[in-house]
């Protein structure tokens, strides 16, 4: 949860601070919780009663707006980036429905598919242990992860290092 000028909380808890550095005069950026993030206090581990999605403006008039903004609705992200040996794709759909995540190399040519099916809303993680369908290991190189969910398409690009 992000605080306002005007908005304040009551009840028992902890209240964390984010620090941004600010990279130019007046802009605005998303800040995107996941499930699985973690908090660090001071090396620390803390684990926050709750997260939000928001919107940061940095030099840029506040106030409150009465309708809460949404994060969009479909995300999709491959970590780590560049990998030696694999990648998680992180995956965020705001509706349940049929998905399919597959990679392919820069040509468009299918590499591996790695989940079809119908999934539930929200987060979730699958793995690419950096082989073809075949089973063979995929060759150093720059792939596209796509992921097909509720009529679009997201993609994402990463690189296989040898």
Known sequence: MLLCAGVSLT????????????????????????????????????NPDSSLDAVVGIDVPTGVDPTPKRAPSLSLTASPNPSRAGMTMAIEVDRAGRQE???????????????????????????????????????????????????????????LLE
Request: hydrophobic share 35%.
């Open 11 to 46: 009840g028992p808890g902890e209240i964390y601070r984010l620090r941004f550095k600010a990279i130019g005069p007046s802009q605005v950026t998303w800040i995107r919780f996941v499930r699985g993030l973690q908090f660090y206090n001071e090396g620390l581990f803390v």
């Open 101 to 159: 995540l597959t990679i392919s190399d820069v040509l468009g040519r299918r590499v591996r598919t790695l989940s079809t099916g119908t999934f539930e809303a929200g987060h979730r993680l699958v793995s690419w242990d950096g082989r073809r369908d075949s089973g063979a290991k995929a060759p150093p190189g720059v792939y596209l992860a796509t992921l097909r969910a509720s009529g679009k398409t997201l993609r994402t690009r990463f690189t």
